[in-house]
């Protein structure tokens, strides 16, 4: 049982004394100071009364360790994310963390994709993924990077790089904002998405090169959803020419193409 350190830890984390833990519970803050050295030990109605403080459920606070917890992982807690608070099944995100328990931005590159579909849930193979550090992403939020294939996405070149945010509650998708996508069936794709989970258990996945069909999704195929946040690329896409310069590059041709035909006649 961690209930002892983990209300500790969570006191010490949110900047609280033990007097100010006590006062707020409306018990002596010897006997907090009792639970947290696991010298007295909480019947159900104080551990009710935890539970409502940190906004954690019961479950949680004894059965897991929040100390190995990376820091993405305890803001997703804070949040509401609770397993045991919200019922149904919890997606649990496999990630990795540097020396200093900072999480790490995993890699997946093109030829990991096929890998990906087996492994996604895998510590040991996300382990494996290289990783890297961007210091201007939030250290609160997990993010990933995914090997863009294919022109659907054009003119964000093939080949690019694109960071993602991790999506845990996918009511949260906002339509018509980019997203990378994980399904077991169409593996990782990035679109733009059209968010129809409340109403219709679906979303709608258009591709910027209109060349290209949008198509549905239900809810049940996702095992993952990632906020696009940037893109690396060591290509430029191909520009957008004003109007008039069109027009005046196509008059140039014609000039070009009438000057041809005089000196051929």
């Given amino acids: 049982m961690y209930f002892s350190s983990n209300i500790k830890f969570l006191r010490k984390r949110r900047g609280r004394t033990q007097d100010d833990v006590a006062f707020t519970l409306k018990m002596k803050r010897s006997t907090l100071s009792g639970y947290e050295n696991e010298v007295a030990y909480p019947n159900l109605t104080v551990l009710i009364l935890f539970s409502n403080y940190f906004n954690i459920s019961i479950d949680t606070l004894v059965k897991v360790n929040l100390k190995e917890l990376s820091e993405s992982q305890l803001s997703q807690l804070e949040k509401g994310y609770d397993v045991y608070i919200k019922g149904s099944r919890l997606r649990v995100l496999a990630t990795t963390v540097d020396q200093g328990n900072e999480e790490n931005i995993e890699l997946v590159p093109e030829k990991a994709k096929a890998g990906y579909k087996n492994g996604y849930a895998d510590p040991e193979f996300i382990k494996a993924l290289p990783t890297f550090q961007l210091p201007f992403l939030s250290r609160s939020k997990k993010f990933r990077t995914f090997q863009l294939k294919g022109d659907s996405m054009l003119p964000i070149p093939e080949g690019s790089w694109i960071t993602g945010e991790y999506v845990q509650d996918w009511n949260t998708v906002i339509s018509g904002f980019a997203y990378v996508v994980f399904t077991l069936d169409d593996g990782i794709v990035f679109k733009i ?68 035909s005089s000196q051929v006649k």
């Fill in 193 to 260: 998405v059209e968010n129809l989970i409340s109403d219709k258990n679906k979303i709608i996945l258009y591709s910027l090169n209109p060349i290209y069909e949008p198509y549905e999704i239900h809810v049940m195929e996702i095992k993952e959803i990632w906020k696009f946040i940037n893109y690396i690329s060591s290509e430029l896409p191909e520009p957008a020419l004003p109007q008039d310069h069109l027009t005046s590059m196509v008059s140039k041709l014609k000039r070009e193409v009438d000057k041809l």
